[in-house]
């Protein structure tokens, strides 16, 4: 089952070749394919290495038989999202014994997980460049071309990328991504994140703010920013609160959406993903300030039972959870809610996947993602409990909660019919030529004639049919750029 929104982890994207057709010179004759697996902040990445590498004489290509180097932007938070990967790489091993100069490397979580196993043991890949190494890979692709293997995982302190404008060229040309901070410091117990990536960074507020102004000149309309915990963001102060720069001043999550959201109120914001534990008033009201900040938040939940929660290591309760939703609800009443649930976590009872049941019936969220528990090599989870809810119990507990939240994401685009919203348009319809589709400010996707509208374009729609994944309606204003 597919669901739709613009974060973590996209079905239908996963393996998606990342093209750039940048300015490429007659310098740039080595052929790269890039292929990307995981979340968003992964695919904003391979952005970023093609950028990298087009400035070392690369041009990227999208068929991987025709490339001098390949590379795999790899994610680890599920097992099967890891066995994906290893098959694929299986097919360019393949490749590479009709074409023995041909590079092969591996990018991002799974890179820093096995990097051993797969260059020095099983020697199926010539690099291994973890998240915080990809300024390095012109080097590290040098040394190979020499003759041996390059390996850079170290996963850094400091932000290795910040003056690095990537090339933001993405299918669309509607909407864009900019990561504010990489690694996390949280800690949950079946995450694997905090051992890929690394302790917790942000970056500096002005050249995020820069990036934003740039896309605006070029014609974006949309902009999300990526983090792993995005309400820890902080400039200028430390973890412990210190004030690193007493003549600068401090930015936090709140003031950074404020300053992006300043850029231009034809320029929306969204951002992902956000920490209940973390979640402040302050950003609920920039939110609730700024008509460009759209009515949209990803809040993960993972788990209805207060025991679970705890197990999880996630720093907070429901009843703390559910207060955060009344707050949104509060200061942003047409706010759309998405979250992530995972099923069948170490000694799940039937009595705590019920309360996780309950919690979401209550809640009603817009939209869901939600996933089997799978353990993960050096999680917390892994050394301290026992993966034993049974694989089939696992699977009827996801159908379960699959078929329910269906149903709330149909009452949720119900509730539209006969409103009217405002939409960006982000292109054709997949479905019919002569439809053009976009999303809402709650992140809805919306189907609507195509007349002489063009994707970038702001427009009304008056919401007359709904499915549990779509909206569709006819167009009722457009509006002018300002
Ligand atoms: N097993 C299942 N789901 C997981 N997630 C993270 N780690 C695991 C795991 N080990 C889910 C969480 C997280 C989302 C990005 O992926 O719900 O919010
Ligand atoms: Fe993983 Fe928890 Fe950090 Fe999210 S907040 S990346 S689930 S450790």
Redesign the pocket.
């Known amino acids: 089952m597919r669901y739709k929104g613009n974060k973590v982890i996209e079905e239908g994207k996963q393996g998606e070749a990342t093209l750039v057709n940048a300015t490429t010179t007659l310098e740039n004759t080595k052929k790269l394919y890039i292929e990307s697996y995981g979340c968003q902040m992964n695919f904003s990445d391979s952005e970023i290495v093609a950028s990298i590498l087009i400035n070392d004489g690369y041009a990227t290509v999208a068929d991987y038989k025709e490339a001098d180097v390949i590379l795999v932007n790899t994610c680890s938070i599920r097992d099967n999202a890891e066995q994906r990967v290893l098959n694929r790489l299986r097919n360019f091993q393949g490749l590479k014994k009709k074409k023995p100069d041909l590079i092969v490397g591996m990018l991002g979580c799974m890179a820093e997980r096995l990097k051993h196993e797969l260059v020095e043991k099983k020697k199926v890949l010539d690099l291994v460049a973890g998240p915080d190494a990809y300024r390095d890979l012109p080097k590290l692709l040098q040394t190979v071309e020499s003759g041996q293997k390059a390996v850079n995982v170290l996963l850094s302190r400091e932000e290795t990328y910040a003056d690095i404008s990537p090339v933001r060229l993405d299918a669309n040309g509607v909407s864009a991504f900019i990561s504010i901070m990489r690694g996390?410091d949280?800690?949950?117990s079946?995450?694997v994140?905090?051992f890929t990536r690394g302790r917790e960074r942000s970056r500096d507020p002005e050249s995020i703010v820069n990036e934003a102004k740039d896309l605006i000149e070029n014609g974006y309309r949309e902009v999300t920013l990526l983090g792993?915990?995005v309400d820890s963001y902080k400039w200028n102060i430390t973890a412990k609160g210190e004030i690193i720069n007493a003549e600068e001043p401090v930015v936090k999550f709140a003031e950074l959406l404020e300053k992006v959201a300043m850029v231009s109120p034809d320029l929306r914001i969204r951002y992902s993903?956000s920490?209940p534990k973390d979640l402040t008033n302050d950003v609920l009201e920039t939110m609730a300030k700024y008509e460009n900040i759209c009515d949209y938040i990803h809040l993960?939940v993972q788990a209805g039972s207060n025991e679970i929660l705890q197990k999880m290591n996630?720093g907070y309760t429901t009843e703390w959870y559910l207060e955060r939703i009344s707050a949104i609800k509060r200061y942003i009443p047409e706010c759309a809610i998405s979250t992530d649930v995972i099923i069948g976590f170490c000694g799940e009872t039937d009595e705590q996947y019920t309360e996780t049941v309950d919690l979401m019936k209550n809640v009603k969220f817009d939209f869901a993602y939600m996933f089997k528990y799978s353990e993960r090599p050096k999680t917390l989870a892994e050394r301290n409990y026992s993966d034993d809810v049974p694989e089939e119990i696992k699977a009827s507990r996801l159908q379960a909660i699959i078929d329910m939240q269906l149903e709330h994401s149909h009452l949720s685009n119900k509730k539209m019919l006969g409103k009217t919203c405002k939409v960006l348009i982000e292109g054709i319809s997949k479905r019919s030529e002569e439809k053009l589709f976009g999303r809402n400010s709650q992140n809805s996707v919306v189907i609507f004639d195509r007349d002489d509208l063009k994707k970038g374009e702001y427009i009304d729609v008056l919401i007359d049919d709904c499915t549990s994944a779509t909206l569709f309606g006819k167009v009722t204003h457009k509006y002018t750029k300002r």
């Open positions: 996390c949280n800690m949950c079946f995450c994140v905090p792993q915990n993903t920490h993960p996630r």
